[in-house]
C-alpha cells in the first residue's frame, strides 16, 4: 500500500472558513428547497405503529421510559436514542407530522455537512487534485481549492440525490439517518483528531500527547458519537472498521501502527460493540423478523443481496424507478443471480487491488461494501428483502468516485459546473419523490404500479380503500395479493374482514380459519372467527377463540369486548362485566365497551350505573343511536318521559328508520299527553312496516285517546 499522506495545515484559515459557511449555506438551502414538499406527509407503514401506536413516546419524564422499548418488533426496538428522538417530537407536535419531518431533514442536513468535511480532508489527504499520490508531501493552495470544491460537490450530490427520500421523508427511518449522520460524526471527528496538533493556524506543534489536548477532544467526541450510532441502528457495528482502514489507508503505516499510536481510541471504539451486543439481544431478533432465526435461510437472503446490491449500484446512479416496498421476493438459486454474482465478485477484486494501488478508490470501494454489509449479506431480515434505505451511508462511494471522475477530466471549474446541473436534476427528482409520500393511498398506489408483483403492496393498498368504505376494491387488492402470495396471513384475515362486511359469513370464516391456519397466534383473526361462531348461535366456541385472542394479546380492548358480548348472551353477567370492566381499563374512551357495560348492568337492575355509562358512551360518540336508545329506555322506565322523549329524538336522528325507536318515541310521547305528536309517530311507524298489528293498535289506540271526553277538555 502506498505511504500515508501528511495533511498540512492552510496557509491562511480565513478563505477556508469562507468556503466552509459559503458551502453550508448552498447545501443547508439546497436541501430544504429538495424536501420543502415533504413536511405534509402522513404517517405511512411502519410509522403508524412507531408514532402514533407507541406508549413509551408518550412522555419525556420519567426520561428513561423513552428508552425502554417493550416491543421487540417495533423499527425502534433496540435503537433506544431513535425512539428518544420521537418522544422530543412527540413532546412539541403530538402527531402532526411537522416536527418529525423537520427533525429528519436536519438530521439529514448535518450529515451532508459532516460529509462535506470528510471528502474535503480526504481529498487533500490523498493529493487527488495535485496530480499525485497520497504521500505527497505539501498540498498547495491549487489542490486546496480542487480539494474544496470536490467536497462540496460530492456531499451535495449526496445530499439531494432522490435514492435518499427514503431515509429523509419516511420517517422512522430516522433510524437510518440518524445512525448515518453518528457514523459520518465518528469518522470526521476521528479525522480531526489526528489532524489537530497544538495551534494550528500558528503552526505549533502540541506538547505532551501526540496530538495534543484539542486532538484527544476530537478523539472523545469521535468515540462517543460511534456509542450514539450503536444506539440507533446495527449498521454502525462496522464503523470502527471503517476508521481503522482509513486510519492505515491515509495516515499510519501500517493497521498495527495505527492500533499503537491509537490504542485507546480503538479500545472506546471496541466498547461500543458491548453495548450494541447488548441492544440487539433484547430485541429477540426484532420479534422474529430478523437474524438466523428469522423464516429466511442464510444462504437464500446472501444470494437475494447479490441482485439487491447491483440494483443498488444501479440507483446510485440512475435513481428511477424509485420503489417505496420492493416486497418480499427471495431468489430460488444461484444461477437466477449469475450475473449479478460475477459482477460483485469483479467489483470486490477491484476494491482489493485498488486498496494497494489507488487509496481513495480503493476506500470507497470497501465504504460500499463494509456500510452494506449488515444489512445486505448473510443476516437475514425477513420483512425487507431489499429496502432503499439501505442506501443511505453506502451512496456516499459510488457519488464520491462519480465526482472524483468528472473533476480529473474536466478540472475544477468545469467539473463544478457539471456536478452543479447534476445537483439541480437531483434536486428537482427528490422534490417530485416527495410526492408521492403524502398520504398513504398515493404511496401504495406508486408502488403496486411500480411493483405490480409485491402481494404486500396490494395488501396495503386494500387496506386503505378499507379504511375508505370501499369493499369493492379492497377486496379486489386482497385476492391479488392472495393470487400471488397464497399463504399470505394478513391478506386472508382482511378479505375475511371484506367478506364479513359484505354478508357472506361463510366465506369469511374460511379465510379467518385459514390465516389461522397460517399464523395460530394471528389474535386478531380469532376475534374476528369468534364474531362470525357467535352471530351464528355458537357461542361457545366463539368464547374459546376469544379466550384464545385474550391469552395471546392480553392488552386487547377489543377482545375483552367480545368476550363480554357472548358472556352477556351466556348469562353469566358478572363475568361479562369483568372483561367489560378490564377493556375500560385499558381503553377508557371505548364508546362500545361503556355501552356493551351499560346494557349488562341494565340487566342486572343497576340503572343508576348503567345510565353512567350510556352517558359516557354519549359523550364520546354523540350519534351512537343505540345509546340513545338504549338510556331513552331507562328513563321511561323510571318515569322521567322528557327525557326519554330527547333520548329518542336523538336516535332517531342518527337512525330515522329505527321503527322500535319511534315506537317507544310515540310511547313516551302518549304517556306525556301528547296525543298528536305520538300519532305522528305511529303513524310514520306504519309507514315503514305497513301492516304492522302492534303498530296499526298503537294508532288505534291514540286516536281513540284523541277523541275521548277526557282528551278534549
Known sequence: MSSPAVIDPP????????????????????????????????????????????????????????FLIRRADLTVSGRPLVNFSFALNYAISAEAVWSYHAANLLIHILAGLALLGILRRTAAAAGLFAGGRAGTESVPTAQTSAS???????????TLHPVQTESVTYLVQRVESLMGLFFLLTLYCFIRGTTTTGNLEAGEPAKGSPCGLR????FILSIATCFLGMACKEVMSVAPVVVLLYDRLFLARSFRA?????????????????????????????????GFGSAVAPWVYALTQCRAVVHYLRLAFWPHPLVFDYGLDVVDGPLAVLPQILLLAALAAATLRALRRWPAAGFAGAWWFLTLAPSSSLVPVATQ??????????LAAPVALAAAGIFRLLGPRRGTALCTLLALLLAAATFARNAAYRDESTLWTDTVRKCPGNARAHSNLGSLWLKQGNLTEAGRCFSEALRLQ??????HYNLGIVLARTRQPEAAAAHFTEALRIEPDFADARVNLGLILARQGRLPEAVAQYEEA??????????HVALGLALGQLDRLPEAVGHFESALRLDPGLAAAHRSLADVLAQMGDTGAAALHYSEALRIEPGDSAA??????????????????????????TAPDDTAARTNLGNALLVSGRVDEAIAEYQEVLRLRPGDPSARENLEQARALRASPAANR
Open 550 to 559: 385474550l391469552r395471546l394479546q392480553p392488552a386487547s380492548a377489543d377482545a
Open 628 to 653: 340513545h336508545y338504549a338510556l331513552g329506555n331507562l328513563h321511561a322506565a323510571a318515569g322521567r318521559f322528557a327525557e326519554a322523549v330527547d333520548e329518542y329524538r336523538a336516535a332517531l336522528r
Open 148 to 158: 474544496d470544491l470536490f467536497a462540496l460537490s460530492g456531499a451535495l450530490l449526496w
Open 11 to 66: 496557509a491562511s484559515p480565513e478563505p477556508s472558513r469562507r468556503f466552509l459557511a459559503a458551502a453550508a449555506i448552498i447545501i443547508v438551502s439546497a436541501a430544504v428547497a429538495a424536501w420543502s414538499g415533504s413536511f405534509t406527509g402522513a404517517l405511512v407503514f411502519d410509522d403508524v405503529p412507531v408514532i402514533a401506536g407507541n406508549p413509551s413516546i408518550r412522555s419525556l419524564w420519567p426520561p428513561w421510559e423513552s
Open 385 to 394: 428483502t431489499m429496502a432503499e434505505h439501505r442506501l443511505y451511508l453506502a
Open 215 to 218: 486532538g484527544n477532544i476530537w
Open 486 to 491: 397464497p399463504h399470505y396471513a394478513s391478506a
Open 258 to 290: 495505527a492500533l499503537r499510536r491509537r490504542s485507546w481510541v480503538y479500545a472506546g471504539f471496541a466498547a461500543s460493540w458491548i453495548l450494541l451486543a447488548a441492544l440487539a439481544s433484547s430485541t429477540a431478533g426484532r420479534g422474529g423478523s430478523a
